[in-house]
């Protein structure tokens, strides 16, 4: 079964740092751009930022660029989105999602092919 597992969530406090790793399981990571999204209470899921499967390309959203960094390690088959100087605006739910292709999409696509379950991320302030 085809499965995505994010973790590392939780709550920290105005202007720190948590990573959330995605992990796969029942397939390989090394031939897909991946994804992460955050949706919160009453708004829309948004991209966040994606990687490459090569890890060569990156994007990421106006909002978090300078802050967040993405990266990947395919021999873990884990993926992994840094999250510094953290605000309460970041305060969501975090997806990790696989699209079936090695470059990104626009950052504004949804239209992923495996999604995770999501892992809470809560800034205080």
């Known amino acids: 079964q085809l499965q995505l597992v994010e973790s590392g969530g939780g709550l920290v406090q105005s202007g720190g740092s948590l990573r959330l790793s995605c992990a796969a399981s029942?397939?390989?990571?090394?031939?897909?751009?991946i994804g992460w999204f955050r949706q919160a209470p009453g708004k829309e899921r948004e991209g966040v930022s994606c990687?490459?499967?090569?890890?060569?390309?990156?994007d990421y959203a106006d909002s978090v660029k300078g802050r967040f960094t993405i990266s990947r390690d395919n021999v873990k088959k884990t993926v992994y989105l840094q999250m510094n100087s953290l605000k309460p605006d970041d305060t969501a739910r975090y997806y990790c999602?696989?699209?079936?292709?090695?470059?990104?999409?626009?950052?504004?696509?949804?239209?992923?092919?495996?999604w995770g379950q999501g892992t809470q991320v809560t800034v205080s302030s």
């Open positions: 029942g397939f390989t990571l090394d031939y897909y751009a």
């Open positions: 999602a696989a699209y079936f292709r090695q470059s990104c999409p626009s950052l504004g696509s949804l239209n992923y092919n495996r």
């Open positions: 990687i490459s499967s090569s890890g060569i390309s990156t």
